[in-house]
């Protein structure tokens, strides 16, 4: 059974950093993680996705250069530092788990994980 706990939002000003980690329990094989976040009010929209394998990552516009998705296998954890945040950052973030960046980029990933409130103060 494929589990997921994101963990490490928090409230930070504008330009700060945060770390957010996704552990991840129950795979076999090849798979894409993916932080996705959603707004009071918005949508849920991509932010980051890794695939397991290759180490193949995918950013959206508005992350890139600012955000960063790893991974510790180690630890079967799955990272995305967010660097010079911004108010518009603000959002709970949610990891999720598919069987590949088309999965993410779709939307369509099989497993969902509670997500954590990132809180940007300007």
């Known amino acids: 059974d494929v589990q997921l706990q994101a963990s490490g939002g928090g409230l930070v000003q504008a330009g700060g950093s945060l770390r957010l980690a996704c552990e991840a329990s129950?795979?076999?094989?090849?798979?894409?993680i993916g932080w996705f976040r959603q707004a009071p009010g918005k949508e849920r929209e991509r932010v980051s996705g890794?695939?397991?394998?290759?180490?193949?990552?995918y950013y959206e516009d508005s992350v890139k250069g600012r955000f960063t998705i790893s991974s510790d296998n180690t630890k079967n954890t799955v990272y995305l530092q967010m660097n010079n945040l911004k108010p518009e950052d603000t959002a709970v973030y949610y990891c999720?788990?598919?069987?590949?960046?088309?999965?993410?980029?779709?939307?369509?990933?099989?497993?969902w994980g509670k997500g954590t409130l990132v809180t940007v103060s300007s």
């Open positions: 999720a788990a598919g069987f590949d960046l088309i999965a993410y980029l779709g939307g369509a990933m099989d497993s």
């Open positions: 129950g795979f076999t094989g090849d798979y894409a």
């Open positions: 890794m695939q397991s394998s290759s180490g193949e990552t």
